[in-house]
């Protein structure tokens, strides 16, 4: 992560999870509540929390953007869906330091174009999210 960069930390509790692919399952979640296109520009991360497994069991999908009204909109998105709320960790979200301090490897880019760039896990689900929605 790029340190002093605007960041925002998405946390998700594994045991709520219950799968063995959990960081799909994360971000099957994340993708139903964020549209790509609103947050071009944003550089994305996951991991588990360097808290885990030891005092927590925390999957961290973490946002970085030099526009802090793409994360402020992903956070409000995310405190909206009911589908977060039942897999959240507790607290639901970090930021700053917080966040860039955390193991989180890269987890893709969205371009300028709104198109995910990279990304295994969060390439994935969004495949995944982006077939259901034309059933």
Do not use: H
């Amino acid at each position: 992560m790029i340190p002093n960069m605007a960041a925002l930390g998405i946390r998700f509790d594994i045991d709520k999870i219950e799968s063995g692919t959990y960081g799909f399952e994360c971000w099957k979640v994340f993708w139903r509540s964020i549209d790509i296109k609103k947050i071009s520009s944003a550089l994305l991360f996951e991991g588990d929390t360097a808290a885990t497994p030891d005092s927590e069991n925390v999957f961290c999908i973490a946002i970085q953007s030099i526009n802090a009204n793409i994360l402020r909109a992903i956070r409000e998105a995310l405190e909206q869906s009911a589908e977060f709320q039942k897999v959240a960790a507790s607290p639901k979200f970090v930021e700053g330091n917080a966040v860039v301090g955390e193991p989180l490897p890269d987890a893709g880019r969205v371009n300028a174009a709104g198109n995910l760039i990279g990304g295994f896990w969060a390439r994935s689900a969004l495949d995944a999210v982006q077939k259901l929605r034309k059933k």
